[in-house]
Structure formats: structure tokens, C-alpha cells
């Protein structure tokens, strides 16, 4: 089980901003911009490598539910990023998917080692 579950289980606290019965939202601990809130579904796909076909609804429920929070919060307008990493490489340090929503502020390109 990944913290990502005990959050989802309330077993650890966290600042959550979203939830309906297939994903929660909450604040990245350590934002890497002014507005850095992660997306992650009830269901256990550790990363988007494993997901599967039948997947595909739950993972846009993820980018729209960031969408419609971006929307919501008034800077959908003013722009913003959404980031799944995935193992190694891509930077993933937490083993159930997620995709980072990070907005607030102009952001750098992204993609050098
Ligand atoms: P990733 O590196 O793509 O797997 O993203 C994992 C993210 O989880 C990182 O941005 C961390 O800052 C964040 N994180 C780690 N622990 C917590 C926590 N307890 N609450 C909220 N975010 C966390």
C-alpha cells in the first residue's frame, strides 16, 4: 500500500480538495508551484505503464477533474500543466498514479534531464 492509499483511507492527513467515488484530490506536499494539487484514482494502478485499456475512462476523469478544478478556482484562463510521471526515468517516487495539476505563475518548459 502506498501513502497515496493511507490518504484515500484517511490514515494519514492531507489537504484535500476533491473527491467523488472514483478519484481524490489533495495538495502536493511540496509544490513546485504556487498551485500544485495531485489527482488519484480510488482504484489501485501503480503506474500509468500498467494501466489498462478499461482504464481509459478513469484516466480522463482525472485530467477533466483537473480541467473543471481549474475552472472552478478562476486561473484555467491564465493557464496550467498537468504531469504524470512515470517509473524511474519520468521522476515517479510514489507507486499508485496520479497526475500533478501545478499552476499560479508562469512555468519554465520542462523535459532536460
Ligand atoms: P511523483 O514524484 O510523480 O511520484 O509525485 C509524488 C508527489 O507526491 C511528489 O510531488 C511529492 O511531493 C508528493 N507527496 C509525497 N508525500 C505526500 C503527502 N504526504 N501529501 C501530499 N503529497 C505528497
Do not use: S
Not at 489537504?15 to 500544485?36: G, S, T
Amino acid at each position: 500500500m502506498t501513502l497515496f492509499h493511507k490518504i484515500i483511507r484517511r490514515e494519514i492527513p492531507a489537504d484535500v480538495v476533491y473527491e467523488d467515488e472514483h478519484l481524490i484530490a489533495f495538495r502536493d506536499i511540496a509544490p513546485q508551484a504556487p498551485v500544485h494539487v495531485l489527482f488519484v484514482p480510488k482504484e489501485t494502478i501503480p503506474t500509468l505503464d500498467a494501466a489498462q485499456p478499461g482504464h481509459a475512462e478513469l484516466i480522463g476523469r482525472l485530467a477533466l477533474a483537473a480541467a473543471e478544478y481549474a475552472r472552478a478556482q478562476g486561473f484555467a484562463g491564465d493557464g496550467y500543466r498537468i504531469v504524470m510521471n512515470c517509473n524511474g526515468h519520468g521522476g515517479q517516487t510514489v507507486y499508485q498514479m496520479h497526475l500533478h495539476l501545478v499552476a499560479g505563475a508562469p512555468l519554465g518548459r520542462f523535459g532536460t534531464p
